[in-house]
């Protein structure tokens, strides 16, 4: 269980794992095998939180994976409002965390935050198209190294109540670092700059800061 090591534990798990541990004790004082289950879910929770290192390819040309999970949706979708990109359609890619992912985020490709929004909103599930619209977010655009501009927004889910975004404006910020998390299941999305074709397919399985989601030099 090389997870339960403190540095491949996100800072975010130790505001709990002490919480579960506590409530175990709790527990195993109440009844032995309710004790056990506490320790069920302790070990799931130091999992949920675990932050392995990842290898991120080093061709600037690539857009990366943002979020551990399942591609849900490809579609054309206008970025969000609040991030004033217009509203053309660009193609966005949906990817859905469940509770068993990583929920570390990366981010995408190299560029300047030109802005960062917080939006409140209601907990659909966040498998659901209405997602992106309604639920709470927090929504990012990006200026790339060759001026084009790409979106991605973390968006909380039905179990999801509380994203995390490490990400200030004016910050330039590299391809796979880390910059935040959503507990406890979510969802991702990332708009392409115009005209760019995705490489990856519905029900592909991503890797954070690993799996390209498309390449700036191929076009549609």
Known sequence: MNFLKKKSIHPEGWKFIPLFTVITLFLFWIWNPLGWFGVVLTIWCAY??????????????????PADGIVQMITAAPPPLELMMGDEPLLRISIFMNIFNVHVNRVPITGKVLKRVYTPGKFFNAS?????????????????????????????????????????EGQTILTGERFGLIRFGSRVDVYLPSNVQTMVSVGQTMIAGETALADLTINI
Request: aromatic share 8%.
């Open 48 to 65: 949920f939180f675990r932050n392995p290192d990842r290898i991120t390819p080093t061709n600037s040309n690539l857009i990366i994976s």
């Open 128 to 168: 659901f198209d209405k997602a992106s619209c309604f639920n709470e977010r927090e929504a990012i655009r990006l200026l790339l190294t060759d001026n084009r501009e790409i979106a991605f927004v973390q968006i909380a889910g039905m179990i999801a109540r509380r994203i995390r975004c490490d990400i200030s």
